[in-house]
């Protein structure tokens, strides 16, 4: 039994959006439905996974923008952290922040809300919620046996940047350190952005923790 794992980059921002999926049972989650919903679609297809419902790591603009569409698409229920609850309501306001036109679309409906500790089970799957507060106040990680999909909270190289309304570059050194350093060195990191990488190579190499 493994958990599988496909990225996908979409949209102007280069966002990773992630399906994860057990292999026995083809049930799966969506990870950041942030844009481009159609190939989102393609790869769900061609994988044949049974979406069963959609996390949001954190709801800046770039990762959220598109969950709505996503919801109705697939017609699944979504989940996340409640302290980035004001920023998912707040879209237009995002868009306005960053010189994009203004968005008017409603934000997507939250089924319920993930925190510290909590489990989420897909097939014969299971993954720990952990909260990492520091590129927003609500990001979280999901932390499985041998991967970490962790949005904005770590880059290869870097880390989530903290100049964002509710951003502290202190909170989010130390959410790193408590609650991702302190797992195994071979633990496959899936980033917001960028390339994958390992705890143990950003231990040793990241600038903002060596």
């Known amino acids: 039994m493994a958990l599988n794992w496909k990225m996908i980059t979409v949209g102007p921002f280069a966002m990773n959006a992630y399906l994860l999926w057990c292999d026995e049972t ?18 769900v297809e061609r994988a044949q996974i049974q979406l069963e419902y959609i996390v949001l790591t954190h709801a800046h603009l770039d990762h959220v923008l598109h969950a709505r569409e996503a919801q109705a698409r697939f017609d699944l229920k979504l989940y996340m952290h ?92 130390r959410s790193i350190r408590e609650k991702l350093l302190t797992l195994a060195d071979e633990i496959l990191v899936l980033p917001g952005h960028g390339e994958k990488t390992t705890i143990g190579f950003e231990r040793r190499n990241n600038p903002f923790l060596v």
């Open 82 to 173: 409640e302290d980035d609850l004001y920023l998912l309501q707040n879209i237009g306001k995002q868009a306005a922040m960053l010189g994009l036109p203004p968005f008017a679309s409603a934000p997507p409906r939250v089924e319920g809300y993930l925190k510290e500790g909590d489990e989420i089970n897909f097939g014969k799957q299971r993954m720990q919620i952990r909260h990492a507060p520091g590129h927003s106040p609500g990001s979280i990680i999901l932390l499985g046996e041998k991967l970490a999909a962790a949005g904005d909270v770590l880059f290869w190289g870097s880390i989530g940047r903290t100049d964002l309304p509710g951003g502290s570059y202190e909170v989010l050194i």
């Open 26 to 43: 083809q049930k799966g989650i969506l990870i950041d439905p942030g844009d481009e919903i159609d190939r989102i679609a393609f790869e």
